[in-house]
């Protein structure tokens, strides 16, 4: 029998981490179709063909979402707190990965002539909530994956690895699912694969079980491969300490205002890009007349512009730190916010257009691509300057605090937008609250350190 020499010690460890690394990428992977396909470019423009009415649809659409940001604002906190002395954060991942599959995949019963708004939005709901759960402890998994200078490069690959999911993914359903509503056939001409029938929209529908099949079938590597360090059972008392715990880190949140400052701009300018991502497809459907097939391809150049730039994107925070790369992505989606509520199929940034003319067409392709490559960026490095800014000893609280950060007000945009939308009955009035809030993250972000206030 033969036994590791000294030196095959450091390669077998080496080999561990690289295994957890992907594996955790593959949550990335396997989450980001939410984002992709129900979120933004197939199920929200079909909600919208459903309903008939953009303006109403962006008016529901927003509340809906509003109401789970609500949710998510209340517990994600107390869940953080929980995880850091409640032993295994695996048990709470297998839990929010239940809601996410049975959310989405129950999304198959959005039938049109049968179509319940309500129901529909409660399942939508219940994914979103999954989800967003789940990473708050698949993010607070980020530290223990490779040393501090390494962590913005990782953090950048499983945002690119994500990207490269939904891309999969949103060709699947453009090829061989998503029919257009006028000829029953998808972008390439075929008739939805498995005998799904074109007249009752089952093609687009599958958007729902195919989301929830892909997440069940890639956390398989992710639940293989990432070992949580805390793997035991909850400590008696555990809950009790964890809001404790979480009282006093509130506390003394002010006397961390690199922290505080952060987490407040990080509440802002999140928000406004979570908004962009929401409305992006069902805006282009009822602003633009986009079919959900248009929009799918809108999307397809967004997400390869997301992966390269999320790539691209790791390796200059590793260079240069989070903070730059922050602030320049706030600057150029502030000026993507701007030109959206300029842009409309009668005028672009104020000079009219001929009728069939394909400049907003454009115009609107080249703004989805910069919301790709920058909202991919900054949710990358957002993620890297957290751990930056947190105590160690309380990661995943502190990504519950990110949590809360981004969805403290998660429900401001959609509601300000739906607001706006109902008040003005126009959709392109109804999305210029994130102008605002883009800008009030960016002001904030002038009092985070680089370093948080460890470096102070």
Known sequence: MTTATTGDAPDLRASTMRRRIWGWFFFDWASQPYNTLL??????????????????????????????????????????????????????IWLFSLMYVAGSGMLWFAAPGDFNLVLTLIFFALGL????????????????????????RISGNGWAFGYVGGLITLVLMLVFFAESAATGKTFVGLTPLFGLDPEMR????????????????????FFVFVRDPRAGPAPKGAVKRALSGL????????????????????????????????????YAAGVLG?????????????????????????????????????????????????????????SVFGVAQAPGSTLPDLIFYALGA????????????????????????????????????????????????????????????????????????????????PDGDRAA
């Open 290 to 346: 986009w079919s959900v097939v248009d929009t799918g391809i809108f999307g397809i150049l967004a997400i390869v512009s997301g992966a390269v730039f999320a790539w691209l994107g790791g390796m200059a925070d590793t260079r240069f730190g989070p903070k730059p790369v922050i602030t320049v992505c706030i600057v150029i989606l502030t000026g993507v916010a701007v030109s959206i509520v300029l842009v409309s199929r009668d």
């Open 247 to 282: 009282q006093s880190t509130l506390k003394s949140l002010p006397k961390t205002p690199s922290l505080l400052a952060y987490l407040a701009s990080s509440m802002f300018y999140r928000d406004a890009l979570n908004g962009m991502y929401a409305f992006g497809g069902i």
């Open 39 to 92: 979120i933004t470019f197939i199920f929200a423009p079909y909600v919208k063909e459903l309903i008939g009415d953009g303006a109403v649809a962006q008016t529901a659409w927003g509340f809906g979402i509003a109401a789970a940001g609500i949710v998510i604002a209340l517990l994600a906190p107390v869940l953080g707190a929980l995880a850091d002395t409640g032993g295994s954060r695996m048990r709470w």
């Open 129 to 152: 909530i999954g989800m967003e759960f789940a990473t708050i402890f698949t993010n607070s998994m980020l530290p223990d994956l490779g040393p501090r200078e390494q962590i913005g």
């Open 370 to 449: 910069l919301i790709g490559a920058a909202g991919g960026v900054i949710q990358s490095a957002s993620r890297t300057m957290m751990v930056r800014q947190a105590n160690p000893g309380r990661m995943t609280e502190a990504f519950g605090l990110y949590a809360l950060s981004g969805k403290a007000t998660s429900f401001l945009a959609p509601m300000l937008i739906g607001v706006a939308t109902w008040v003005s009955g126009s959709q392109q009035f109804g999305v210029s609250p994130l102008i605002g809030l883009f800008v009030i993250g960016l002001v904030l972000l002038l009092w985070v350190k």
């Open 202 to 221: 089952e093609g687009t529908r599958f958007v729902g079980p195919l989301t929830a099949i892909w997440y069940a079938v890639f956390m398989i590597p």
